[in-house]
Structure formats: structure tokens, C-alpha cells
């Protein structure tokens, strides 16, 4: 099958060798970092025979090992938090009108434009006082960890969620809610039967997105960590400070290993929903 | 008999816009009633207004002699189809025919035998288990149909369901749309802006414009005697000429050239005289029916349309348009020949503003 403007010639190479080496800036690191993680040698870049001695100290040491459960714990649960908010934030936003509606809307998005360092300063400056506040009221003795990463996902992964959703619920007729309505359906049967199996895809490629980025965090969960707890990531950096071995390839992997399964999987559930 | 619905003294405002300007109407059980009106002239705000999708400003609304004005759709036994039929795309033909019975929480079983009746009366039939984006524009029409009348609604809101048709098939589901609307026996209203096609399909027509109902009457009445100016020129083609009434008998066109022309209007009233193109009758110079009105003028166009002919006629002071059927026989008149066109002074409508 070719067209009139397929490219003919010289172009077509061309076409196909810069397509090759869009493909090798991508999956070259990945490939490399992925045979080195396997390398018996203290040099990260010297080839030393096989071994899986990294992959043995990774999961020995208990540190390593609870910064991956903590990180696992984060993603899943400040995920779920803000694609329910996120997604209520789309809702309110696209389907009706309230007094500040432009205000709420250009705030939403703050989180997305702030840089990360600033962002995570101010949650510094909310969490040391947040916390004080709390502990005088309360006597609750809050320590920074589980709770402050936590909300700091949450703060800036419902932005990114309302987004997704957002694109998707501006796609989709009123029209169906209201004949959803007109068809005697209350507000609550045309959200569940109507709206929300239109924006499923939406909510689940904002859920995907809101765990890959909450997994990835490294700037703002250093700041509000706290002593003693933090993720895999921000555990990785910790490692490169006290000198770089390939313990920090196989860490990687692992990483790019849960996220790939998680892409699998949002992929599979997918295609389960449509044939099924 | 109390009507199917009934509007009085109905508003609706969106903000500073007037959308649907006083009305008062009232539609029969069982009628075909169609709205007809430019766009935006608030055909679909009325039609909204009956759903209950939009309540009133000012006015009361009543379905069956039962104010609904404020209760919502669920409330009330109409239902709509709408302008893109507003399928759900996620569910099947059957699932989208059945969901108002199991929102209204009957029975599976009943839900699944009065959907498939519906989808054979619409004559679906073997495209139950089909999505909607797997099916052509008419039928998704149908099922559109269906999933409204399944309801069995007392009145069916229809807004320009043949809109998005083409022509061919656009006239095919006309004749079907009335015929189904004869089986089930429901008052259908009907938004559309085609003049044509309310003309054909209605027992009665509601000229709006701006908000305002202009005419309420049957297909002959508006085309023959239209309540005004505006609509006059909207249904169908006319020739407006220009004049004063001098008594209820006569008026004087803008030329000085007394007409007989019918009229109820007190004299020295600006009016315009609506003269069909199908309904003037073009001779030889100095020729015409005996006590035919008649004014003098030459052929600028002539256009061939094999059934008929279309005139383009200049008078001394105005243009008009005259179409003369294609007899055998017909005399034809080209370009630059000049020429009386004549009238029956009873084909003729005098209207004001
Ligand atoms: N929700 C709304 N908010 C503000 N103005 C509206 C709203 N709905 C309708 N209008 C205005 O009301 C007027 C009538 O609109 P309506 O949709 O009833 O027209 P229509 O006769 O159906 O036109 P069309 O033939 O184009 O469908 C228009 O001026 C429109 O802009
Ligand atoms: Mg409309």
C-alpha cells in the first residue's frame, strides 16, 4: 500500500535511519544499564562475568528492602487518593458552574507549573508547622514519613489526575447525561452507568500516571521525609553519595521491572474491559 | 379533552438572553405538531422546556392536565429524541433500548422482551447485540427511536431527528416517522428548521422566531394565509410586494398601481402583498386573465428545471420570481421578452409586520 504522500526515496531512508536512532537513544541506557546490573565487578562500567551477587545484596539488606515496600505502600495510596479527588475536581470543573469556578481552576493546576524544589520547600515549611500544630492540639507526636510523602503525592499528583480525566470528560457529550436523565436515570445512575464508564479510560491512564510519578519522586519526598523512612529513589541517591556500585543498577532494574508490570497490567485490564 | 401539553405565559431567560419569549401553546393527544423557526430561535429551549431539562423563567407548564413546570425529567411521561441521538456508545443496541426500564427498576426479563419488540418495530431486528458507532446514521435513528418510545411516553420530543440524514434517506424515514407515529398513537413534537419538511409530515406547525411563536395553524393555513410578514417569507417560496391598504378591499402598491387584495387591516397600513411564484401567471405583454390583477415587466432569467420554469422578472420597481409548470405545449418566454404577469386576487395573502 503506498500513497502520494507516503516519502519515496532518499527521504524514505532517511526516514528509517532516524527512526533507528530515535530507538537507541531510548532503549541503549535501558539495555546497558540491564547487562551491567548482572556484572561481577565493583565498577559500575567494566564487565566482570555474570553474577546476580547485586541482586542478592539488594534484597539482604533490610534498608533497601523497606525503602521498596514504603515506596510501593506511597504510589498505591496517594494514588488512590488523588484519583478520587482528581477525578471529582474534573467532574465539578467541566459539568457545573460555581462562584470562583476560574480561580479553583488556575489554582488546580499550580502544582504542575511550581518547580519541584519550590514545591517541595513550602511542604517542608507545611509539615514542620502542620505537624507542631497538630502535636500541641492533639498531643498526636507526628513524625514525618508515611503521612507527609503521602499528602505531598497526593498535593501534586491530583493536578495531574484532573488533567487526564479532564481531556477525556470534555470529549464526552452532555447529551448522554441527559438523555441518561431524560431516560429516568437519577444524577448518581447517569454518573455511574453514563459518565462513568465514558471516562474509564481517563481515570485509569490518570492513575497510571499518578503512581509512575509518586514511584519517581525524588525531590520533594527528600524534603519531607523525614529521618529513617523513605523510598526506593530517594534511597538510590542516598547509595550514590557513598559511592557508585552496580547495587544501584540492579536497584534500577527492579524499579523499571514494577513499573513495566504496572503498564502491562493497566493494558491487559483494558482489553479485558473491552471484550468483555 | 384536556391537550397533551399545554404552555402558558411561557419564559425563559439565560441570563440577558430571551430565549423563549411568552408563549402560549397547546398540542392535542395524538397530533404530530411540528416547531419550525430559524436558528436559535429557541425551538430547542421550548422543547427542553417540555423534557423538563430546562424549567421556566415565568409560566406554567402542564403535561395531561399536570403541572410539571419545576419536576424533573423522570417525573414527567415524555421523552426525547435527541438532536445526535446522544446513543450511549459503550452499550449495545439492546442495552441502550432498555435502559430506561431498568432505571425505572423492572424486571430483567421484561426489560429484555419489550426492548426486543421495540427493536423489531423499528425493524432492527439481528442488530441487538451491535454498538452504535457500528451503525449507519438511520439506523442509528431507529434506535434512537426506540430507546425513547420503549418508555411508552404519552408525548415524544423529537429534536431535528432527520438533521444529520441525507437527502434520500431523510425522506424515507419521514414517511416512516409518521407512520410509526399513526401505530402508536402519541402526540409527537417536532423540531425542525426545514419548512419543507414540516409542511409534509404535520397535522399542525409553530412558526417561532426570536423567541416568539408567530403562527400556530395547519400546513394549508400558514402556506395560505400567514399571520405575518416573517411568515410569509419563511414557508415557502414568495414575492413580497410592497404597499399601503386604501380600504379592506384594495391596496395601493408601491408603484401607484391598485390591486384587489383581500385584507383586514385599517387603511393607510404599510403592508406587503405575498404573491407565490407558482400561483402568477406570465403572458405576452397586454395579455391576462379577465379580473386577474396584472402588472407589466420583461424576462431577465429564465431557469430550466424540466418540471417547471423559474422567472426572474423585472418590474419598473422591483424584482419578482414566477414559476410556470412545464406543459407540453407552455409557451416559453426568453430573456428580454416583455411580458404581463397576472394573479387570481384570491391566491393572494396581504401581511404585516
Ligand atoms: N444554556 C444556555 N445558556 C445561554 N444561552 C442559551 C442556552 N441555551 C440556549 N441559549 C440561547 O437561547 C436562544 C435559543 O436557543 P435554542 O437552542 O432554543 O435555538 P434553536 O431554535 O434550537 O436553534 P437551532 O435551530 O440552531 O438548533 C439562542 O440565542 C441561544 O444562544
Ligand atoms: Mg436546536
Keep these: ?54 541482586y542478592r545484596d539488594f534484597f539482604d539488606s533490610s534498608n533497601a528492602r523497606g525503602a521498596l515496600s514504603n515506596s510501593v505502600k506511597i504510589a498505591i495510596f496517594s494514588t488512590i487518593i488523588s484519583v478520587v479527588l482528581g477525578t471529582m475536581a474534573a467532574l465539578s470543573l467541566e459539568r457545573f458552574t460555581f462562584r470562583g469556578k476560574k480561580v479553583f481552576d488556575a489554582l488546580l493546576y499550580l502544582p504542575i507549573i511550581i518547580p519541584d524544589v519550590t514545591m517541595a520547600v513550602m511542604m517542608l515549611l507545611f509539615f514542620g508547622e502542620f505537624f507542631d500544630v497538630l502535636d500541641a492540639l492533639f498531643g498526636l507526636g507526628l513524625r514525618k514519613g508515611f503521612w507527609s510523602i503521602s499528602i505531598s503525592h497526593i498535593a501534586f499528583n491530583i493536578s495531574f489526575v484532573s488533567v487526564v480525566v479532564r481531556a477525556r470528560l470534555a470529549g464526552m457529550d452532555t447529551d448522554l447525561e441527559e438523555a441518561a436523565i431524560d431516560l429516568y436515570a437519577s444524577r448518581w445512575k447517569a454518573f455511574r452507568y453514563v459518565t462513568f464508564p465514558q471516562i474509564v479510560p481517563g481515570i485509569a491512564g490518570g492513575a497510571l500516571l499518578a503512581m509512575t510519578l509518586s514511584l519517581d519522586d525524588v525531590v520533594i519526598t527528600q524534603f519531607v521525609a523525614g529521618p529513617g523512612w523513605t523510598t526506593l529513589p530517594v534511597y538510590v541517591f542516598g547509595l550514590i553519595r557513598k559511592g557508585v556500585t552496580p547495587l544501584i543498577n540492579a536497584v534500577s532494574v527492579t524499579m523499571l521491572v514494577v513499573s513495566m508490570l504496572l503498564v502491562v497490567l493497566s493494558i491487559v485490564a483494558q482489553r479485558v474491559r473491552r471484550s468483555g | ?203 399542525r406547525i409553530a412558526v417561532m422566531d426570536d423567541g416568539k411563536l408567530l403562527q400556530v395553524a395547519t400546513p394549508e393555513e400558514i402556506y395560505e394565509r400567514p399571520a405575518n410578514r416573517f411568515v410569509a417569507d419563511f414557508i415557502g417560496q414568495t414575492n413580497l410586494l410592497e404597499g399601503t391598504v386604501s380600504d379592506s378591499e384594495t391596496v395601493i402598491l408601491e408603484n401607484g398601481v391598485s390591486v384587489r387584495a383581500k385584507n383586514g387591516f385599517s387603511a393607510g397600513t404599510h403592508v406587503a402583498v405575498s404573491l407565490r411564484p407558482e400561483r402568477a401567471h406570465i403572458q405576452s405583454q397586454g395579455e391576462f386573465e379577465e379580473g386577474w390583477s396584472h402588472v407589466n415587466g420583461f424576462v431577465e432569467t429564465v431557469t430550466y428545471l424540466g418540471n417547471a420554469l423559474i422567472y426572474g422578472i423585472k418590474l419598473d420597481w422591483m424584482d419578482l420570481e414566477v414559476r410556470e409548470e412545464n406543459h407540453p405545449g407552455v409557451e416559453l418566454y426568453k430573456p428580454g421578452a416583455e411580458i404581463t404577469v397576472s394573479w387570481d386576487p384570491d391566491a393572494i395573502s396581504v401581511v404585516s409586520d
Design chain 2, 1 to 203: 379533552m384536556t391537550s397533551a401539553v399545554e404552555l402558558s405565559g411561557i419564559t425563559k431567560r439565560f441570563g440577558d438572553v430571551v430565549a423563549v419569549d411568552n408563549v402560549d401553546l397547546s398540542i392535542a393527544d395524538g397530533e404530530f405538531f411540528a416547531m419550525l423557526g430559524p436558528s436559535g430561535c429557541g425551538k430547542t429551549t421550548t422543547l427542553r422546556l417540555i423534557a423538563g431539562l430546562e424549567f421556566p423563567t415565568e409560566g406554567s407548564l402542564s403535561i395531561f392536565g399536570q403541572e410539571v413546570g419545576t419536576l424533573t425529567p423522570d417525573k414527567r411521561p415524555v421523552n426525547t429524541v435527541f438532536q445526535n441521538y446522544a446513543l450511549f456508545p459503550h452499550l449495545t443496541v439492546l442495552e441502550n433500548v432498555g435502559f430506561g426500564l431498568k432505571m425505572q427498576g423492572i424486571d430483567k426479563e421484561t426489560t429484555r422482551r419489550r426492548s426486543m419488540e421495540m427493536i423489531e418495530l423499528v425493524q432492527l431486528d439481528g442488530l441487538a447485540e451491535r454498538k452504535p458507532s457500528q451503525m449507519s446514521g438511520g439506523q442509528q435513528q431507529r434506535v434512537a427511536l426506540a430507546r425513547a418510545l420503549v418508555n411508552q411516553p404519552k408525548v415524544l420530543l423529537l429534536d431535528e431527528p432527520l438533521g444529520a440524514l441525507d437527502l434520500k434517506l431523510r425522506q424515507e424515514m419521514q414517511l416512516e416517522l409518521k407512520k410509526l407515529q399513526r401505530d402508536v398513537g402519541i402526540s409527537f413534537v417536532f423540531v425542525t428548521h426545514d419548512q419543507e419538511e414540516a409542511l409534509t409530515m404535520s397535522d
Design chain 1, 1 to 54: 500500500m503506498s500513497t502520494s504522500v507516503e516519502p519515496r526515496g532518499w527521504a524514505k531512508a532517511a526516514l528509517h535511519v532516524n527512526g533507528w536512532f530515535v530507538y537507541m537513544f531510548f532503549y541503549a541506557p535501558i539495555v546497558l544499564l540491564v547487562i551491567y546490573s548482572f556484572s561481577n565487578s565493583r565498577n559500575v562500567g567494566t564487565w566482570g562475568g555474570f553474577t546476580l551477587d547485586w
